[in-house]
């Protein structure tokens, strides 16, 4: 009984140092999760400007760019996959790892190549465990991604898309990225980021505005050569932020679990200490009285 | 449309967020065509911006000089935005450490290696460098 007893109290030191750093990770994962929106938020501005400078493009310009044009075929296609560097985040890499898997099967079955390009260590790892091959990774920033880390996988995305496909070029790319919802839902979602979409802006001016005349300096070509790659990167940037700031508020969900179930446990095992004490307690107090009547008994005789 | 003397609202946006937010008299930036000044009233107009320092002359009279490298101005009713991936305001550099950027820049351009990176890199600090020293020399 005494051994069961002094387990029962180490198991519950070593739940109770394991619940200290899964709180820590959660109080860590809530402020930064806060920096990281705050982050989103601020490039907002940004995204906006260019989306109505590119609208504006579209608006009074004939928009034909390579970035822009659908090829005839398609034949092969990059996924950007978009995870965490760490784990402790719930499901968060593997929703996202499972999302991609199910956008490279429907690109498959319509007869695509696809090509995989990879951020962050899980999806990495996943790919390397299975002998998957990866086209081109990036690690080290994803819960604090910079625009210079966008700028650099979107370059890379753009020089393998107006390759040809001769060459080793893609006639499409796709991104999964996690968009963060709320604090509570975070959803994986798979786009198309290249070749792009671009809408008219039919709506971004007021419909009771006549549409003034756009004045493009040096000419409309030159201009739209110079906001296509903005506008990839800006894409890419945000779909960065989003799935930093859903990776952090999925790792605090998760570590908040975590020291939920770590303190029930702990209650569980104080219950059974104790009883297990009480126990030994009674036994003592059984085999003293039996030992003090049997001595009685015998002095009686 | 506006055709009363409402100032121009500007707005200098870079990737991490607003830079700088007001009404102005007038903007004054580096197209690929050479200077442009804009006033209000201006025609609906989107430029490209090559690596320079804009200046912004605010309603308060103050000056406001920002480091562009590249991006573009865009112009319509009376507002002007001026985007740059990694602009930053003239009296937030340093230019020391600018230019210190700048000679590290220019010596990898020199070592050979002509990487569209190091001639961004080359181009921002300059920008910079020419920013900081132009705050620096009016006020």
């Known amino acids: 009984m005494a051994s069961s007893l002094r387990e029962l109290r180490q198991r519950r030191k070593s739940v109770s140092a394991t619940m200290k750093i899964t709180k820590a990770m959660e109080l860590i994962a809530a402020s930064k999760v806060i920096r990281a929106r705050q982050t989103a938020q601020r490039a907002l501005p940004y995204t906006r400007e260019l989306n109505r400078a590119v609208s504006a493009l579209a608006t009074h310009a004939s928009v034909d760019h390579p970035l822009t044009t659908p090829a005839t075929t398609v034949r092969r296609a990059a996924l950007l996959i978009i995870t965490s560097d760490r784990g402790m985040n719930g499901a968060y890499s593997s929703n996202a790892i499972k999302t991609a898997a199910r956008m490279r099967t429907r690109l498959e079955e319509q007869g695509v190549e696809v090509k995989r390009y990879a951020v962050g260590r899980k999806i990495i790892n996943y790919c390397n465990f299975r002998q998957l091959p990866l086209e081109r990774t990036w690690e080290g920033f994803s819960d604090a991604p910079t625009y210079a880390d966008a700028h650099e996988i979107a370059d890379a995305l753009i020089a393998d898309f107006l390759k040809p496909y001769e060459e080793g070029g893609v006639d499409e790319i796709h991104a999964v990225y996690t968009r963060m919802e709320s604090m509570l839902t975070q959803v994986p979602r798979a786009r198309r980021l290249l070749p792009l979409e671009v809408i008219a802006g039919t709506t971004a001016t007021g419909a009771h ?93 | ?113 002509a990487s569209t990176e190091t001639m961004q890199h080359v181009h921002r600090a300059s920008a910079q460098v020419r920013a900081a020293k132009r705050a620096a020399e009016k006020h």
Do not use: C
Request: charged share 20%; no cysteine.
């Open chain 1, 209 to 301: 505005e006549v549409i003034p005349q756009y004045e493009f300096e040096p000419d409309p070509e030159t201009v739209l050569d110079e906001l296509m790659p903005l506008y990839v990167r800006s894409r890419v940037w945000f779909y960065l932020l989003q799935s930093a700031a859903s990776q952090l508020a999925s790792q605090q969900r998760a570590m908040k679990s975590a020291t939920d179930n770590a303190n029930q446990l702990i209650e569980t095992l104080t219950r059974e200490a104790n009883q297990a004490r009480q126990a030994e307690i009674t036994q003592e107090i059984t085999e003293i009285v039996g030992g003090a009547s049997a001595l009685a008994e015998a002095s009686a005789d």
């Open chain 2, 1 to 113: 449309m506006a055709f009363d003397s409402s100032p121009l609202h500007v707005e200098v946006v870079s990737a991490d967020g607003l830079i700088w937010q007001g009404d102005a008299l007038s903007v004054v930036a580096r197209t690929m065509e050479g200077d442009i000044g804009i006033m209000a009233n201006h025609e609906p107009l989107l430029a490209i911006l090559v690596p320079s320092a804009a200046e912004v002359l605010s309603t308060e009279g103050t000056r406001e000089v920002v480091a562009v490298d590249g991006g573009f101005l865009s112009v319509a009713d009376n507002r002007v935005s001026l985007l740059s991936s990694y602009a930053r305001l003239a009296h937030e550099i340093s230019l020391p450490e600018a230019e210190r950027e700048l000679a590290a820049a220019q010596k990898a351009l020199e070592g050979g290696d």
